[in-house]
């Protein structure tokens, strides 16, 4: 017991900053229905990952995160022109055309980088299991400040997630904030990609709002909700990892998806 607290400390208390972060950026994600978004920008800051690595950097320095934040930049611009009054085509099929073209761009790249195939992997289920103090201070300290930024602006980013069309009305401009939205979004996911991997970071998004949304109406509650599962989640996946000897973000991930199924199966007796 004691080896597993001191080789887990450190990854099971990234993980649950994660899992706060997240799940309120996964409330706005979820309400306005861009449910891939997150992926979709977890990939694109992969691929500044990879263009990083290609030019001879390494995961976890300043300068892959700095290439990777830009990178993510740019999908949060392209994100945020796809909004339109027509729809005539889903934002979420330009939001699914962009994680294709830019996961396609980062196969691309790491078929030159030697060990490119491991990349691509650590890329996909992340290595929270060598996550140092350190990387949990700072990822605890940017997360901290992209939350005060999300408190500050809260009412107009709740206003245009939940009622776009009252927002335009009330004259705001939903490109604008929409593009400050994915920049804290993205600026979030460029580091937990580089920790957790691009399944994690989607599943800590979304499966933990939508569970609190099938249960829960208000948006408290859903959160105290959410922030519980995610906890029962990364626990049980975590032990289950150190047990087995498996990959610590898709037992998490997995874990996720279990509680969901679990849940949906005895909704219909708790609403009785």
Request: overall charge positive; aromatic content about 10%; glycine content about 10%.
């Amino acid at each position: 017991m004691n080896g597993f607290f001191e080789m887990m400390a450190a990854p099971i208390a990234t993980a649950l900053v994660l899992v706060a972060m997240h799940s309120h950026l996964g409330y706005h994600v979820v309400r306005r229905g861009v449910i891939f978004v997150d992926i979709a920008l977890a990939q694109v800051a992969a691929f500044g990952v990879a263009i990083a690595l290609l030019m001879g950097g390494e995961i976890g320095t300043g300068t892959t995160w700095a290439v990777a934040l830009g990178s993510t930049f740019l999908g949060a611009l392209l994100i945020s022109r796809t909004r339109t009054r027509n729809h005539t085509v889903p934002q979420e099929a330009y939001i699914g055309i962009i994680y294709a073209v830019f996961s396609a761009a980062m196969i691309l790249v790491l078929t030159q980088v030697p060990h490119g195939g491991e990349e691509i992997r650590h890329l996909l289920v992340g290595a929270i299991l060598w996550v140092t103090w350190p990387v949990f201070f700072k990822t605890a300290a940017l997360y901290g400040l992209m939350g005060l930024l999300l408190w500050i602006w809260r009412g107009p980013l709740l206003r245009i997630s939940t009622n776009p069309r009252g927002a335009r009305s009330a004259g705001l401009r939903l490109r604008r904030w929409d593009l400050l939205f994915y920049m804290i979004l993205g600026t979030v996911v460029t580091s937990s990609v580089q920790i957790a991997g691009v399944l994690l970071v989607f599943t800590l998004l979304v499966v933990p709002t939508v569970m609190g949304m099938r249960l829960f109406g208000g948006m408290r509650v859903q959160f105290l909700y959410t922030l519980a599962v995610g906890v029962l989640a990364v626990a049980i996946g975590s032990a289950a990892s150190y047990a087995l000897d498996l990959p610590t973000g898709a037992a998490i991930v997995c874990t996720f998806g279990l509680l969901l199924g679990a849940q949906v199966l005895i909704e219909p007796y708790l609403k009785k």
